[in-house]
Nanobody, 127 residues
Framework: QVQLVESGGGLVQAGGSLRLSCAAS????????MGWFRQAPGKERDFVGA????????YYADSVKGRFTISRDKAKNTVYLQMDSLKPEDTAVYYC????????????????????WGQGTQVTVSS
């Protein structure tokens, strides 16, 4: 059974940093693009960014570009989200998920392009 577990969330002051982890078990997703999404209270789940299976390609939502960095360790079957210069509007539950299809396609930014969601990890940024 596939399982994705996000961790690393917490409470941080504005301007601070956090690094989230997404560990996959049950099977390997090393040939799939991995995405990060976030959902604030009362809002839809929004795309944050994604990384190709090789780790050589990444793309990000405009709202986090230049502040967030995604990386992956294929040997550990883990994807990371480094978040710097955090803002109160970054407060949300953060989720990771693999793309439905193998290959690299930066147009894939919808929830429907990804699947097998983890339980999420809460990030709260205080002003």
């Amino acid at each position: 059974q596939v399982q994705l577990v996000e961790s690393g969330g917490g409470l941080v002051q504005a301007g601070g940093s956090l690094r989230l982890s997404c560990a996959a078990s049950g099977r390997t997703w090393s040939t799939y693009t991995m995405g990060w999404f976030r959902q604030a209270p009362g809002k839809e789940r929004d795309f944050v960014g994604a990384i190709s299976w090789s780790g050589a390609n990444t793309y990000y939502a405009d709202s986090v570009k230049g502040r967030f960095t995604i990386s992956r360790d294929k040997a550990k079957n883990t994807v990371y989200l480094q978040m710097d210069s955090l803002k109160p509007e970054d407060t949300a539950v953060y989720y990771c998920a693999p793309a439905r299809r193998e290959g690299w396609d930066p147009s894939h930014t919808m929830m429907s392009d990804f699947h097998s969601w983890g339980q999420g990890t809460q990030v709260t940024v205080s002003s």
